[in-house]
């Protein structure tokens, strides 16, 4: 058993992954589309010959990379990263959603177990702190940078 990647027309891995699965092939375990690989799916399957039968019913599957990958290669993207991975205290940030869209604030303090971020916004004549989801949230500036 091992994984491979199957080549794909862009902006389709999501289709041709539900397809491979929705094939019920006993030979394919899983098959996977993560959203920073571009034009390629990953799949479980007992071995390559599989594919030889399906690719070419499948619209949007251009084909297989020969040879197979690990667990350990694809394995970081099965864990989803936090959203405020890459924000840092004293970056300045837009908040994209919620009530005070459009502000501009900088980030307080962070807490990732939450994956909140509180915030205090420049335009506000008493400082405020406003807790924010992570995802609410775009990086304008960092001080690490």
Request: avoid cysteine.
């Given at each position: ?18 397809m491979i699965i929705n094939r019920e ?32 019913e499948i619209p949007h599957a251009q ?26 205290e004293g970056d300045i940030v837009e ?51």
């Open positions: 058993m091992g994984i491979y990647a199957v080549k794909t027309t862009a902006s389709q891995e999501q289709t041709v992954a539900e092939e006993p030979s394919i375990h899983a098959a996977l589309a993560p959203d920073s690989v571009t034009s390629y799916v990953m799949v479980e399957a007992d071995d390559e010959s599989v594919f030889e039968r399906i690719l070419d084909g297989i990379v020969q040879g197979q990958t690990s667990m350990a290669e694809v394995e970081h993207f099965l864990s989803p990263t936090p959203d405020v991975e890459g924000i840092a908040l994209i959603a919620g009530p005070f869209k459009g502000e501009k604030a900088q980030v307080q303090r962070i807490d990732e177990g939450k994956d909140q971020v509180t915030v205090e916004l420049y335009e506000a004549t008493v400082p405020i702190p406003v807790t924010v989801r992570g995802d609410q949230i775009r990086v304008l500036d960092s001080e690490e940078r």
